[in-house]
């Protein structure tokens, strides 16, 4: 299937704030709730092991679309709002920040600056996922919660891209290479990167970790009927109606994977 690369023409660096995350969330509702939530989401990936001690998840500015949220570079577990950092679309961190960032942010300000339709990116190594960016074996949507993963997920090559050496740390750790991730997700909301794990994407960070952490059971559920025969795979347009319908109802495993992470 043919993937096509948006470039987002609309987000260019005419300004970005010079306050803190913590003066923006002061002065800003929307700020403030879309900082707090990426702090929960960080532990329900963790509590959902869909991250571990590495992993990551981000989320646009809803007061700047020029700029994103993410983490310092501490274990999703452990992350608090005073660990937020807010970058660039070129993955700098701005406000005179100078904490340790991630090393592969540039996988969140790549895909954030290539499509407007994305607000958040979740980036992790979770095990079922590995074996289909290695096989050929195509991750495919095997029931309703899946539906997202249309007629497949795509599968990023680092080699395709990496110059002038393919001899990798696997890494996605430039603005290039970045830019060459969002390319190859094309205009679906996962996708596999070979040797190392998966980036997701969603308009919003709850729809991002159900996509997340339904991806990954539906790995776990193909591989497992993979053994048995023949896969009966959701066709295009049973994943286009399952993926309207059920993507209504996100606010209800949200509340189950909320109140979790809260009473541990």
């Known amino acids: 299937m043919k993937r096509t690369f948006i470039s987002l023409t609309f987000l260019v660096a005419t300004h970005v704030s010079a306050a803190s995350v913590q003066e923006q969330m002061e002065q800003n509702a929307a700020v403030k709730t879309a900082v707090e939530e990426l702090v929960l989401a960080n532990h329900i990936l963790y509590d959902q092991n869909a991250v571990d001690g590495y992993g990551h998840i981000s989320v646009r500015n809803p007061a700047n679309p020029n700029t994103f949220f993410l ?24 406000n005179g920040d100078t904490r ?16 407007p339709d994305i607000n958040s990116v979740i980036h ?19 029931y309703h919660m899946s539906a997202f993963l249309g007629e497949g997920a795509p599968v990023f090559e680092i080699r395709n891209f990496a110059k002038p050496n393919p001899d990798t740390d696997m890494f ?7 830019d060459a991730l969002s390319q190859t997700m ?37 591989s497992e009927a993979m053994k048995m025969g023949q896969v009966q795979y959701l066709t295009p347009g049973e994943a286009a109606n399952s993926k309207e319908t059920i993507e209504k109802t996100i606010g209800r495993p949200w509340q189950l994977w909320s109140e979790r992470v809260k009473n541990q």
Not at 72 to 92: C, L, T, W
Not at 103 to 113: A, C, D, K, T, V
Not at 124 to 142: N, R
Not at 172 to 178: A, E, F, I, K
């Open 71 to 94: 983490a310092r570079s501490v274990a999703p577990s452990v992350v608090k709002v005073d660990d937020i950092i807010e970058f660039d679309m070129n993955g700098k961190a701005l």
């Open 100 to 115: 340790t960032a991630y090393g592969e942010r540039f996988i969140h300000s790549g895909i954030l600056r290539n499509r």
């Open 124 to 142: 992790g190594h979770a095990s079922p996922i590995l074996p289909y960016g290695l096989t050929g074996t195509a991750l495919k949507p095997v």
């Open 172 to 178: 996605v750790s430039s603005s290039d290479l970045g």
């Open 186 to 222: 094309g205009l679906q909301y996962f996708v596999l990167m070979r040797g190392h794990g998966y980036a997701t994407g969603a308009d919003s960070i709850k729809k991002a970790v159900f996509r997340t952490v339904y991806a990954i059971q539906n790995a776990s559920i193909q």
